[in-house]
């Protein structure tokens, strides 16, 4: 492939061209080839010059990326696209053709003796191999959704600054009194502590704080990695009854040369119940789409209607029987050339309906549960390849067989809620578990005309297997392992620098700005009585007072210099202060419960209040006292 003869329309000559490029492909024949926009022509597929049936097919030896080639007609240089998992399998025979001049279209073909029937298209401008996903999607769709990201981002980017400029202009020093406050809560340092134990917890904080969100980024990438597990349980009715399944039964061998009456199947159940009206003859709609060994299928479904249940044989009432009975009939063929071929569906999801066209007739909902799975399915059929709930059976002996009903609740990965753990949200998928087995001796029956053979089929269970698909690891679980780590550092901490009282304000008292924090200030001001001494800030002299005057200007209490002040408006300040103490106490810090139950205990027994003036006058005595030992 490194040289082509080129033919010239012009001159009606012929000319050898030499081909160059970084990987000369390898040669091949029976491939598909076609000329796109740009006068280039991409080659794919073939196989080698050997005769069948020694062929090799390109890219079948290992060399995935032998399968594509292009070639620019305009430098004679060879381009090789990157391998791809979207590209076809090794064939040669395959259709192929151009869209749009932009894209090859190829599909079908033949590999040893099996027949493709996939499309594949391949991106010559971008020089991959498209995915279905993006196959399928309607033009322009890309750059409409593209243009609406930009348009919807620069809209909330321009809101974004508008917003933070008028609120930087509004809040100037509400900005500087949070930025005044979270330096205060980054450093400190208590009254008689050195500065080194306090760089000490400040260095332990951002450690601790480090390693705390590594640990939130782990677990978030653990909830988002998290495997998808089966929750299994089972559920049942009241009367302890099943649906059958649908079951297709497929007769092979029989032909008009072999045989003149034609498979046929009577149907019962152990009560006695006749079913034989539930079967359909299929024969006519499965003849062009299912194969087994190539010869002509007497083919039946049996699909009763959902009132039609199995139950348990104590109980006749509620269920048509325990188990069903299958006999078929017909002329008896030797067992190495006859053949019956079961199949299990379950009644909800049975896809012999919409594929061979079979008129449903008790119109039951029927959905694919994924994209591939009609194209999967028909390929199952069309080349023998079912591997769940089939078997192939002796028709001359007896058979039994067992099913398990399966209600599968799919998790939808995507969705947001599958993440928390919480209100999962899910799809229902209706499956079937089933095995069967034959008799290895001839079955003599009792009665006339003697069947070919029979089938059983026998519930293993009268309840419904519900696997509940579920996240391992849910932000919920996190959220627990968060909580564990984030009290173990606090507890640490304490542990290293000793208990730091917390304030009993929340983020959004501490942090509240504009309308609500002034309408916190004013509650607090009206709840509590004005020009006093607050406790703690306006610490008590022993002999004066610092009396706080608000400030006509600024609106604000100063402290004046200290006044000298007697022993009785000590007192009264005392007292004030007390009587703040315990409205601050009761408001913030403790609950006033157990004071309630003990005044209501105390009341019942006749025990009088405590006499405020007698009160006062202790405090007063004890004033005195205390003066006149400091004299």
Known sequence: MDSAVVFNTITQSWANQTLAGDIIPVPRAYHSAVI???DKVVICGGQDGAA?????YISAGGDTAAMTAVLDTNSWQWMIPDPSPYQPFPRSFAAASVVNDTKMIIGFGINYHTIYDGIYIFDVQQGTWMPASDAIREPGNSLVFLCGIAAIASFLCAAVLTGCYFALKKLKVSIYQCTKSMRNDVWNPRPGEPAWAEISRLIFRVTFLTMF????????????NSPIIDQKYYVHNDHYTVDVPDIRFCFDGWTSENSVVWPYIQCATDFGDSCSEYLIDISKNVETGLNYYGTALRCYLFRAPPTFRLGRTNDRIVSNGSYLKFYYYGDRLPSNISHLHLVFYNKYHNPNLPVYHINDPYTLPFSWYSESEDAQFQSAEEENLRTENSFDLNPNVGSTSSFAIIEREEIKSTYFWNYIGIASVHKRAFEIESKAVSETVTTVYATEPQPLGSLHVFPASYEVTVLREQRAFTLVNAMGIIGGIF?????????LFGYRPRSPWGVIHRWSMGQMRRSLLFNLKSRFPENINVPIIHPLHR???FIPIENKHSGQLEAREPVLESVQERMDHLEERLHVFELLFQAYYINDEVFRSLDHALQLEGVAATDHSG??????????RLRHVNR
């Open 615 to 624: 009160w006062r006058e202790f405090l007063i005595s004890r004033g005195g």
């Open 52 to 56: 069948q049936p020694f062929q090799t």
């Open 543 to 545: 002999r004066q007072t």
């Open 487 to 495: 009290g173990l550092i606090l507890g640490l901490q304490t542990c």
């Open 213 to 224: 969100l590594t640990i939130i980024v782990v677990l978030i990438l653990q909830v988002r």
């Open 36 to 38: 796109t926009k740009g």
